[in-house]
């Protein structure tokens, strides 16, 4: 029972490169939404996905790009890494409608330097 | 827009004592309300709930109640265990269908 899946668990990046993070869901969840996590400000929002090929943005949507092609995957891109990107992120999933659980991957830790 | 304010921690108890972590949102309506718990290198994972003013969620032995009145959904545990130890998001669903997370409060516990 896989659940939320995040791909990889640590990164370090130069500043100016990019990467992909990969999220995952064997739910069959139509909500998807990525979060990053910093000290002393909780989880701010940075896109989110009500099904494939919908996306939206969060609170925090600015150097990250965001696709939904499949219901299962939903991939997080930093087109051109800064050091104010190093954050811990988060990836969840949940049913869409309703008040519903949402079910969060394992963190991705990402230092820009 | 909705909101979520939490005590700041850390929060160091020792084991068996009295646990409460304060809680108030602020938003349109009447969200349904939760808190989630984030063990050491893990995600975060649902620990209760309540979806109306005066419900009670439970779970682990935690309880939180939907206060309408003050605008409050404060954790409390009886008698805390080293177990307990991690960091709490006070949580609501908004109007938008998003989950707004408060700051977090990390507890330690000492045995």
């Known amino acids: 029972n896989a659940g939320v899946t995040q791909t990889p668990k640590f990164q370090v990046l130069k500043t100016g490169q990019s990467m992909t993070l990969q999220c995952a869901q064997d739910?069959?969840?139509?909500?998807m939404s990525w979060y990053r996590q910093d000290p002393g400000m909780g989880l701010r929002l940075i896109h989110y996905?009500?099904?494939?090929?919908?996306?939206d943005q969060g609170e925090v949507p600015n150097g990250y790009n965001v696709s939904r092609s499949t219901t299962e995957d939903f991939p997080l891109r930093l087109l051109s890494a800064a050091p104010s990107q190093t954050s811990v992120y988060f990836c969840?999933?949940?049913?869409?409608?309703?008040?519903?659980?949402?079910?969060f991957g394992q963190g991705t830790r990402l230092t820009v330097v | 827009g909705d909101s979520v304010t939490q005590m700041e921690g850390p929060v160091t108890l020792s084991e068996e004592a009295f646990l409460t972590i304060n809680c108030t949102y602020t938003?349109?309506?009447?969200?349904?309300l939760f808190w989630y718990v984030q063990y050491p290198g893990e995600g975060l994972q649902l620990l209760l709930k309540?979806?109306?003013?005066?419900d009670k969620g439970s779970n682990k032995g935690f309880e939180a109640t939907y206060r309408k009145e003050t605008t409050s959904f404060h954790l409390e545990k009886g008698s805390v265990q080293v177990s307990d130890s991690a960091v709490y998001f006070c949580?609501?669903?908004?109007?938008?269908?998003?989950?707004?997370f408060g700051s977090g409060t990390r507890l330690s516990i000492r045995p």
């Open positions: 969840a999933s949940r049913t869409q409608g309703g008040v519903t659980e949402a079910f």
């Open positions: 739910m069959n969840h139509e909500y």
């Open positions: 996905s009500v099904g494939a090929g919908i996306t």
């Open positions: 938003a349109t309506g009447y969200p349904s």
């Open positions: 309540a979806t109306k003013a005066d």
């Open positions: 949580a609501l669903y908004s109007s938008a269908s998003k989950i707004i």
